[in-house]
Nanobody, 123 residues
């Protein structure tokens, strides 16, 4: 069974830092793009940052210069280093991965989501 598991969320004061991790496990052949999304209460889920298999990145304007996304392909893990956190960064953060998995003698590609991790920034 393929899973994405996030960790690293928590409560932090404004101006502080957190690092989120998302580890993929299961019969994975290859991981293509990975990304972090967030959803605040009453709002739609939004893209925070994404990284391609080759390491190309893009960020939401609201986090540019404060957040850094990276990945360790040897560990099937993506990270989100968050600095200068603001109360408006408070949300549940979700990891998404486009994974090519092994099923029998075939491979198939799907998007997978983690269960989410809460980030709360106090003012």
């Amino acid at each position: 069974q393929v899973r994405l598991v996030e960790s690293g969320g928590g409560l932090v004061q404004a101006g502080g830092s957190l690092r989120l991790s998302c580890a993929a496990s299961g019969r994975i052949f290859r991981i293509n793009g990975m990304g972090w999304y967030r959803q605040a209460p009453g709002k739609q889920r939004e893209l925070v940052a994404a990284i391609t298999s080759g390491g190309g990145t893009n960020y939401a304007d609201s986090v540019k210069g404060r957040f850094i996304i990276s990945r360790d392909n040897t560990k099937n893990t993506v990270y989100l280093q968050m600095a200068s956190l603001k109360p408006e960064d408070t949300a549940v953060y979700y990891c998404k991965g486009t994974l090519v998995t092994i099923r029998g003698t075939q491979t198939e590609q799907y998007d997978y989501w983690g269960q989410g991790t809460q980030v709360t920034v106090s003012s």
